[in-house]
């Protein structure tokens, strides 16, 4: 008798652990994994306006990656040809670029900034950082968001939105700088606060130029994630944390509309390996909402952080629709 109450009250306390736990799973599949909108399949064809805007790609990342390569403070002059590149494409575009600049141990760094003033104050910011991490060229990471930058600058350039826009690159996001005070998107985010900026949302561009179709080609930081996502590395990610989940669910719902290529939100604690990994982190920090825009980097790219990241290791047509559905998304965000 006592050997079948001690068995029943083991039973009893799986059963409700095994519940608890079905009730955490389902809440955070309803809250930060379940997102709005029809996805799509498949990636589409390139129409017109994309293939011009996939030569602009092609162009902007082999200028940094091929021919200025591997670019961060142990390589200041490679570093600066990065920022006039930058600076130039962006005035060439009839813009008005702005150096965001401060020390770091006797060397000069710079945040490149342009702004196109809207009917409103509220700010919507684009960025993307153009260093490179020691020994890569990095083409994926992180020339394509920078190339993606430069493409939605000039496709916005003389359009005012009703959000103020800033398109800004940022400087020493890679280690040794990576979430520490002297990160680009750091010093640009509190100069931010400290002045009182609103801005409204922060989208930062993180490599998002490498697809495959091949079966188990998509990673997740935690295994649980495959339950709910796909195993090819064939969408476009859209990550943020939990209090980002409205700015994130109104970007993945804009981007889908479009059905141009399949795209997978998630809306999670900050705390889960690769959540923060971009400078969306740092407007966090500042309270800001923020979200990255990734092919997920090491949890797909075979070449993340190594010397082989050049420029023809990238899928330009379906990062040139990562860059066309982008923009139909700012478009919403900044209405």
């Known amino acids: 008798m006592i050997e079948s109450t001690t068995f029943r009250r083991v039973v009893a306390s799986v059963c409700r652990i095994a519940l608890l736990l079905l009730v955490i799973i389902l809440s955070v599949w309803a809250f930060g994994i379940r997102m709005p909108g029809r996805n799509t399949s498949t990636a589409a064809a390139l129409n017109d306006a994309e293939r011009v805007l996939r030569a602009e790609l092609v ?70 950082h153009y260093d490179s991490v020691l020994g890569s060229p990095g083409a994926n990471d992180n020339a394509s968001g920078v190339a ?25 996001e890679e280690p040794p700088y990576f979430q520490t005070e002297e990160m680009g998107s750091l010093v640009y985010a509190k100069r931010c606060k400290a002045r009182g900026d609103k801005i409204s949302a922060m989208i930062s561009l993180e490599t998002i130029g490498y697809f495959s179709d091949a079966p188990g080609s998509q990673k997740y930081a935690s295994s649980g994630l495959g339950f709910f996502y796909p195993s090819k590395g064939n969408f476009i990610g859209i990550v943020g944390n939990t209090s980002s989940r409205t700015l994130l669910r109104a970007a993945v719902s804009a981007f889908k509309k479009e059905r141009k290529l399949p795209c997978e939100g998630a809306a999670l604690p900050a705390a889960i390996s690769g959540i923060g990994w971009s400078d969306h982190w740092s407007f966090w920090e500042c309270g800001y909402p923020a979200i990255m825009v990734t092919d997920t980097a090491p949890f797909r790219y075979p070449y993340y952080h190594m010397s082989s990241d050049t420029p023809a290791k990238l899928d330009y047509d379906r990062f040139a629709l990562v860059v066309s559905g982008m923009e139909k998304v700012i478009v919403e965000l900044a209405k």
């Open 59 to 128: 162009a902007d990342v082999q200028a940094l990656a091929g021919d200025i390569g591997e670019r961060n403070t142990n390589t200041p002059a490679q570093l600066n040809a990065a920022a006039n590149f930058i600076e130039t494409s962006l005035s060439r575009a009839g813009l008005v670029p702005r150096r965001d600049s401060y020390e770091l141990r006797g060397q000069a760094c710079h945040n490149i900034e342009v702004e196109i003033r809207g009917s409103r104050p509220e700010a919507l910011v684009v960025g993307a």
């Open 148 to 172: 993606g930058l430069l493409a939605l600058a000039r496709r916005f350039a003389g359009k005012p939105c009703g959000h103020t826009l800033r398109f800004v690159a940022f400087v020493n």
